[in-house]
């Protein structure tokens, strides 16, 4: 991670850093209970010597990094970025890959998608924990408990948006002296932000699209679609640059 970056560049670091710090408290119970169930399923392996070793040694691994989430270990998000190629590897010692190829195929791209989600959240997190970032965290976590709490306050707007298929979600946006304060959640469950960013204020645009939807561009990713109340509308006049 750089160090030369701006003021907001360290903020949005730090912000992003506790998106991944959610996903991990979020995980850690559940995997508690796969641990178990995987460690019960390795117990009964029959095979040679070497699968019945190897489901589980890979098992107990498997545990024993489930566990290290409830420690403040710095790297534990890189360990939970490889549970999924434990876990690969402890199913396919057991069923082999010929006669299951189509669940490898499922479970192998699955494993892609949680290491990619995993590792791209490690690198923010990681430099957040360094010496020298308490201010910024500290920061970050003082904003984003303004977004979530569930009265809005005068400064903070919120609009819904999604679908069927990728969800419903609520996105709240606070501008601040220096910066745009974003945060987007499950429609209705403010307790983990699922997305948190920290930018410019050229960072954020809205482009109206008709009366009650609009498009929102965070960071140069858009959001289609977005409803919003017509107070909402009208408060964006003094607060954003409104586009099309």
Not at 77 to 95: D, K, Q, T
Not at 183 to 197: D, H, N
Not at 210 to 222: A, V
Request: hydrophobic letters at 45%; one cysteine or more.
């Amino acid at each position: 991670m750089k160090k030369d970056l701006s003021e907001v560049d360290r903020l949005d670091v730090a912000a992003r850093s506790l998106v991944t710090e959610a996903y991990i408290s979020g995980m850690r119970v559940c995997l508690i209970f796969f641990s178990i169930s995987i460690i019960s399923s390795a117990m009964e392996v029959k095979g040679s010597f070497y699968t019945v070793l190897t489901s589980r040694v890979l098992a107990i691994l498997f545990a024993l990094i489930s566990a290290s989430f409830w420690f403040r270990w710095r790297y534990r998000v890189y360990a939970l970025a490889i549970l999924p190629i434990v876990w690969m590897a402890g199913f396919m010692s057991r069923n082999g890959f010929p006669r299951y190829w189509l669940v490898w195929l499922a479970g192998s791209s699955i494993t892609l998608f949680l290491m990619y989600r995993t590792w791209k959240g490690a690198g923010p997190r990681e430099t957040a924990q360094c010496e020298g970032w308490e201010k910024e965290h500290a920061q970050a976590e003082q904003w984003l408990g303004v977004l979530q709490n569930q009265y809005l306050s005068a400064d903070v707007l919120e609009f819904n948006g999604g679908s069927f298929w990728v969800g419903y979600h609520t996105y709240r946006l606070m501008k601040t002296e220096r910066c745009w304060v974003v945060a987007k959640f499950r429609k209705g469950y403010l307790r983990r932000p699922l997305e948190y960013r920290i930018l410019e204020w050229d960072g954020v645009f809205f482009s109206l699209l008709s009366e009650g939807k609009l498009n929102i561009d965070i960071g140069g990713r858009t959001k289609w679609n977005v409803s919003a109340s017509p107070e909402m509308l009208s408060a964006l006049q003094g607060a954003m640059r409104l586009v099309g």
